[in-house]
T-cell receptor
Framework: AQSVTQPDIHITVSEGASLELRCNYSYGATPYLFWYVQSPGQGLQLLLK??????LVQGIKGFEAEFKRSQSSFNLRKPSVHWSDAAEYFCAVKRNNNDMRFGAGTRLTVKP | NAGVMQNPRHLVRRRGQEARLRCSPM?????VYWYRQLPEEGLKFMVY????????ESGMPKERFSAEFPKEGPSILRIQQVVRGDSAAYFCASSPLSGGSTDTQYFGPGTRLTVL
């Protein structure tokens, strides 16, 4: 069955430090991959997506993600975290138009 | 171009009452999806609709829940005889006319339902 795993429930980093949020998926073929961010009390905002082509994807707010087929991973990275990046981050996998699965999310806390 | 709109943003109901959640997709989008988010969990797919058609309701509870997307007006998620376990955030997303696999879903701000 198609699934998405975000191994880290909660991550704390210092402002200015680098960030990597992990996402692994299980699916027979290359799925479509997404990262969304959710601020408290808000909806989900799309950060970036991967469909095909270059495996390093650039997104908004300085985020990037790399698709690694051999590891079934799509980790999200940012070189220098800002306090405003504190939020919940969701990785999602989509096979067809209506079959989109979300990970349980990783909550990011940013220390001053 | 306004984003996906949902109302109300917060809804409080007593057990046994009905809850109606509304979603207006982005302009030009004719595909609507509903998701439920329980506390400390990710989003779970409920139903996928196109105008006047339910395409996939495999994630919808068999009883008390229904959804529609009429030709005119917003999509409605209806929960009859609510119970405390229905308390959650309900998110609507929309995607463009083509409905292809590469279409991105754009999310609304959600409706937070509290059942007393």
């Amino acid at each position: 069955a198609q699934s998405v795993t975000q191994p880290d429930i909660h991550i704390t980093v210092s402002e200015g430090a680098s960030l990597e949020l992990r996402c692994n998926y299980s699916y027979g073929a290359t799925p479509y991959l997404f990262w969304y961010v959710q601020s408290p009390g808000q909806g989900l905002q799309l950060l970036l997506k991967y469909f095909s082509g270059d495996t390093l994807v650039q997104g908004i707010k300085g985020f990037e993600a790399e698709f690694k087929r051999s590891q079934s991973s799509f980790n999200l990275r940012k070189p220098s975290v800002h306090w405003s990046d504190a939020a919940e981050y969701f990785c999602a996998v989509k096979r067809n138009n209506n079959d989109m699965r979300f990970g349980a999310g990783t909550r990011l806390t940013v220390k001053p | 171009n306004a984003g996906v709109m949902q109302n109300p943003r917060h809804l409080v109901r007593r057990r046994g009452q009905e809850a109606r959640l509304r979603c207006s997709p982005m302009k030009g989008h004719s595909h609507v999806y509903w998701y439920r988010q329980l506390p400390e969990e990710g989003l779970k797919f409920m139903v996928y609709l196109q105008k006047e058609n339910i395409i996939d309701e495999s994630g919808m509870p068999k009883e008390r829940f229904s959804a529609e997307f009429p030709k005119e007006g917003p999509s409605i998620l209806r929960i009859q005889q609510v119970v405390r376990g229905d308390s959650a955030a309900y998110f609507c997303a929309s995607s463009p006319l083509s409905g292809g696999s590469t279409d991105t879903q754009y999310f609304g701000p959600g409706t937070r339902l509290t059942v007393l």
